[in-house]
């Protein structure tokens, strides 16, 4: 096995009224695959029931019974796995954004400057683009609100910000060189939330494709992304599922298609309830021929488990790095007549050989999801021999490789954490969010210049000649962080290369930001050296 590491980005901006989804390791069926209606509760004389009206009428207390049947839905869910999941009726909406692939909002990216919100992009056409807001402008006032400077959260900004199309929203920017307010007026919109994070050429054949999820949206996004680099003489591909952590099924299993010859066995679900159900692939992939490799780590679930089950298993192409999280159980989706839902599971999937890649739950919650510690602790993450499966059963591909049941999918080409330049000076400024905050500030301070680059490569020709490091020790010092010679030697260039991939993502967006974090990222390194061999 080949041995290697990568250091992960772990700070975004954030998009207004991006929620979390509730239950995280999601493998749904929307609805459009199932045709049950929503449900009504309707009274039953049972355990559950007698209970409930015993307590309403004869504890100590006043009770709402509503309240209690709230609390105790998410509990009973929980002891059946750890994936059917109760999203309360005020949460449904934003449970469902990024399953759907839109939101209703401004069209914005910001973070917060020294307590002020700044605009890091506007959406193309979107509605502040439309009506003139700019990357640089900073938030002051939404509606009358005061909002610089008083530690307001931005969970708080994005509920201000957001809301139903077609609603106003009035904000008042402070702009560079512009001595009064600027106010403005912006209708919202639905607002697209992009799974695919960037679509690129990392040499002249190889192209690179990262999806951050799977939505509704995605299978159509991924079309237009490998068109574009067909179009650019793409001959192979990295279709990175790296901290992928699922979603939809459905653009799993047609994402799947384009890379097999027609008549494959793609995935198939089955259930106490549920008969069989198999996803075969059609005739007309898009990606048949060219060399294909999968990237996945520890945080790629559910849907991205399809999908590399699915090549891995028709040996159609390399998967790399590390073992994937391990949920193959799938969510079905049912509505409540009060506007509130639950996400039960259904079926299993199994991969092509047949093989089920749920790890085990039987233990309980907290022990399936501190799961992932386990591994770190006992080497996994730096050792592929570490590697073990709770449940191990083996299975053969067509081609004679055998692949791993009972605990996620084992990469073909085992890559370990990447823990070089990993000082105790980096860890304080990278943690504490400084090496962020510095790009940003830097980005604010030169905008006018960097704004003149309308390329990764000139942007980060520019960078390379300017004293960023020198900067940042200076920044780090005056927020506490005294800079150690040796630890500056160590880790001075990983810091020096995070720094220009921020500032360019804060003036190209991925598109800036990805080719040049590439230069620390030795999974994507590895793979495309693997490609090249081959």
Do not use: C
């Amino acid at each position: 096995m080949k041995y290697n590491n990568s250091p992960r980005n772990s700070i975004l901006p954030l998009i207004i009224a991006v929620s979390v989804i509730a239950g995280v390791l999601i493998g749904i069926k929307m609805p459009g695959q199932t045709s049950h209606p929503p449900l009504s509760i309707k009274p039953r004389t049972d355990k559950m029931s007698r209970i409930l009206n015993y307590i309403e009428a004869n504890y100590v207390d006043s009770v709402d019974r509503d309240e209690v049947v709230e609390s105790v839905i998410p509990v009973m869910l929980h002891e059946l796995d750890p994936h059917s999941v109760y999203i309360p009726a005020q949460e449904l909406t934003a449970a469902n954004e990024q399953l759907q692939g839109n939101f209703e909002g401004i069209g914005i990216s910001f973070n917060m400057l020294t307590d002020t919100v700044l605009i890091i992009s506007t959406i193309p056409g979107g509605p502040s683009e439309k009506v003139g807001v700019m990357a640089g402008d900073k938030i002051i006032y939404v509606e009358d609100s005061l909002i610089a400077g008083q530690g307001i959260s931005d969970e708080e900004i994005m509920g201000m910000l957001k809301g139903p199309r077609g609603t106003e929203v009035n904000i008042k920017v402070l702009r560079k060189g512009v001595e009064e307010l600027i106010p403005f007026t912006i209708i919202r919109d639905k607002i697209p939330i992009y799974s695919i994070d960037v679509a690129y050429m990392v040499n002249e054949n190889i192209g690179f494709i990262k999806i951050n999820r799977f939505s509704m949206t995605t299978y159509d996004e991924f079309i237009e992304a490998i068109n574009e680099l067909k179009a650019k003489g793409m001959e192979k591909l990295i279709l990175d599922l790296r901290g992928n952590v699922g979603g939809v099924m459905d653009p799993s299993i047609k994402i799947s298609d384009e890379f097999l010859p027609g008549g494959k066995l793609i995935v198939y679900t089955e259930g106490r309830a549920r008969e069989r159900e198999e996803y075969l692939s059609t005739e007309n992939g898009a990606f048949l021929d060219g060399e294909l490799v999968i990237l996945i780590d520890e945080w790629s679930a559910s849907a991205s488990e399809i999908v590399a089950g699915a090549i891995q298993d028709n040996d159609r192409g390399t998967i790399i790095g590390r073992r994937s999280f391990g949920k193959g159980l799938v969510q079905e989706p049912i509505m409540f007549n009060d506007g509130s839902a639950m996400r039960l599971t259904v079926a299993r999937y199994y991969t092509p050989t047949g093989r089920s890649i749920q790890k085990p739950y039987e233990d309980g919650y907290e022990d399936y999801v501190i799961e992932l510690n386990e591994r770190f602790i006992r080497g996994e993450h730096q050792n592929a021999d570490s590697i073990h499966f709770d449940n191990i059963q083996k299975f053969e591909t067509p081609g004679g490789n055998i692949v791993y049941g009972g605990g996620g999918i084992m990469p073909d080409v085992f890559v370990p954490v990447d823990t070089s330049g990993m000082t105790m000076y980096f860890a304080r400024v990278r943690n504490s969010g400084l090496i962020y905050r510095y790009a940003l500030s830097y980005t604010e301070s030169n905008r006018q210049k960097l704004q003149e680059f309308q390329t990764v490569e000139a942007i980060n020709r520019y960078l390379l000649k300017q004293p960023i490091l020198v900067g940042f020790v200076q920044f780090a010092r005056d927020n506490g962080v005294s800079p150690n010679r040796e630890y500056l030697k160590e880790s001075g260039d990983i810091i020096n290369i995070q720094l220009r991939a921020y500032i360019a993502r804060n003036i190209l967006d991925n598109k800036g930001f990805y080719p040049i974090w590439q230069e620390l990222d030795t999974t994507l390194k590895e793979a495309i050296e693997y490609l090249e061999r081959n």
